[in-house]
């Protein structure tokens, strides 16, 4: 057993947001603050109730893990609400899947310039371990934030592939819970999805991993509550609270 993985695991294919980074929070922000103002002027409109985004079961249920649009489709659906696609060129705001999807990008850009993002320690060196244990290594997120993020972060340097939100976009690839941004990932790399193993905090994420026939899923649980058990319920094989504990299994719960 190599770094925490089985025999046979020679890739890694790591989720961004939450696992590499502190950018999980940040999206959530950005995504309560998009909706918030949303419903607010919709039940202002209908004289409907304001019932405000929930930042942890509604972001963990509908939103986390999956590319932009399916995030507004997705948590919209959930309260009753269809609104139509618009297109990509949509104003921030406009009443549409893509006004709102990119009101949310406005919002996360703005608060990634002001707060910054941070690396989580414990995937800086588990990247390094992986690298010097000749495993390959690829990011596999939903953002179409990633490229930048990966370089203003410098973990670039220690990633051979990224599949990303932009990506799936080009490709026409649909998003996590579906498998196949992993299995671009893999490919990318190289290697059978079986070889590789999947590191992801998002429920989409570990489903996505569990539905690619991956060799190893690592739910990684930052937050707490029942979500280690809902990653676990959804497709991790293992759950850890930070990748330093697949370098030092003493500190393993
Ligand atoms: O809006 P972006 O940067 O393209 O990101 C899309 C999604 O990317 C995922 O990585 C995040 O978990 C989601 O919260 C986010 O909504």
Known sequence: ???GL???VTACLFDLDGVLTDTAAV?????AETFDDFLRARAGRTGEPFVPFDPVADYADHVDGKPRADG???FLASRGVAL?????DDPPGAGTVHGLGNR???VLLRRLATDGVQVFEGSRRYLRAAAA???RRAVVSSSANTAQVLEVTGLAEHVEARVDGVVLRERGLPGKPAPDSFLAGAAALGVDPVAAAVFEDALAGVQAGRAGGFGLV???DRVGGHHGADLREHGADVVVRDLAELLDPAVRR
């Open 1 to 3: 057993m190599v770094l």
């Open 6 to 8: 089985p025999d046979g």
């Open 27 to 31: 999206h959530d922000k950005a995504w």
């Open 72 to 74: 507004v489709r997705d």
């Open 84 to 88: 139509p696609e618009g297109g990509p």
């Open 104 to 106: 949310k990008n406005e």
């Open 133 to 135: 244990a000749g495993l």
């Open 218 to 220: 690592v739910g990684v």
